[in-house]
């Protein structure tokens, strides 16, 4: 699986890394999650973002389109996601098939109540 992590700070890159333990490929951008960047996640099965990160109905199309399939939080709250918008086009929000709170649980393996992708 590949993943395209946001919004990147410098304090989380070493946990990234240790975390993911060479299981998945991780592509780290310092940049926020935008309609300018979201074509960054070309490739990717799976993106995590953070607070900042914009995660509106337009992007999430694009993410779609791309074929995105998971959106992955680093933070508690989901108030930068359209929920209702991530739901209409097929996302899932909470522990089921495509959005998850608390990436490092469920993108790092720390929660066995979350699906495997």
């Known amino acids: 699986m590949k993943i395209a992590i946001f919004n990147v700070h410098n304090w989380e890159r070493d946990y990234l890394q240790s975390a993911n333990n060479g299981k998945y490929t991780l592509k780290m951008f310092d940049t926020y999650l935008t309609l300018d960047t ?3 996640a070309k490739g990717c099965d799976a993106i995590c973002i953070f607070t900042e990160d914009n995660a509106s109905a337009p992007i999430l199309d694009r ?12 933070s508690a709250g989901f108030n930068n996601i359209d929920v209702a918008h991530a739901k209409k086009i097929g996302y899932s929000h909470g522990a089921s098939t495509r959005i998850f709170a608390l990436c490092h649980c469920r993108v790092y393996g720390r929660c066995h109540a979350c699906p495997k992708p």
């Open 63 to 74: 993410l779609h389109a791309l074929g995105v399939k998971y959106v992955a939080l680093r």
């Open 38 to 40: 979201v074509d960054l």
